[in-house]
């Protein structure tokens, strides 16, 4: 809602400016200056770049995606002899059910990290074929036994499954998940 995020800045700058002010240093005019650094950091590959840019302007250089610190759960893969595949889903997706019956059905043995299931909501598909996480998992541990990665196209979970030389099936949820996985169909 555009006058709750207008009232959540005009607060952040208060809080801000009431700071600066304290120790002696001039006042931001927008919130969004507290976000600028000096220098612009591009923490993604010119592969997965948001805006397709092949080059960056003068003083600017690509550093890598952030990637997520080597932590989580161990993957606890279901019996049998169908294809490995981690699934990152959120439910605001509408198809993650969907998704999840497809796997089942294709006989593929999935871990899935559903969050709202880990905070205890029942699974929107029961089978023994899917193991669902009870917390985030060590991807740098699950992903190089997956066959297949199915995520949001969120930016560190797309990049670690591409160094493992995993094939990932996108569901963007939103605008920066839609750009990336258009990049990285293009790649």
Not at 153 to 176: D, I, K, Y
Request: with cysteine; proline share 11%; charged share 15%.
């Amino acid at each position: 809602h555009p006058g709750r995020l207008a009232a959540s800045d005009a607060q952040m700058l208060n809080a801000i400016n009431t700071v600066l002010e304290r120790v002696g240093a001039e006042p931001l005019l927008r919130a969004a200056q507290a976000l600028q650094g000096d220098v612009p950091l591009v923490l993604t590959w010119p592969e997965l770049d948001h805006y397709g840019r092949s080059e960056l302007p003068a003083g600017q250089r690509w550093w890598g995606p952030s990637m997520l610190a080597q932590a989580g759960l161990s993957p606890t893969w279901p019996a049998g002899p169908g294809p490995k595949v981690f699934a990152y889903l959120k439910s605001e997706h509408p198809d993650h059910e969907l998704v999840l019956k497809a796997l089942v059905k294709l006989g593929c043995r999935t871990v899935c990290y559903l969050p709202e299931v880990s905070a205890g909501r029942p699974p929107p598909v029961v089978s023994p074929l899917i193991d669902y996480a009870r917390g985030p998992v060590d991807l740098s541990v699950t992903l190089p036994g997956c066959d297949l990665c199915v995520c949001h196209a969120g930016e560190a979970t797309l990049a670690q499954a591409l160094l493992a030389g995993v094939p990932a099936f996108l569901l963007p949820t939103q605008t920066e998940q839609y750009l990336i996985s258009r990049q990285a169909a293009r790649t």
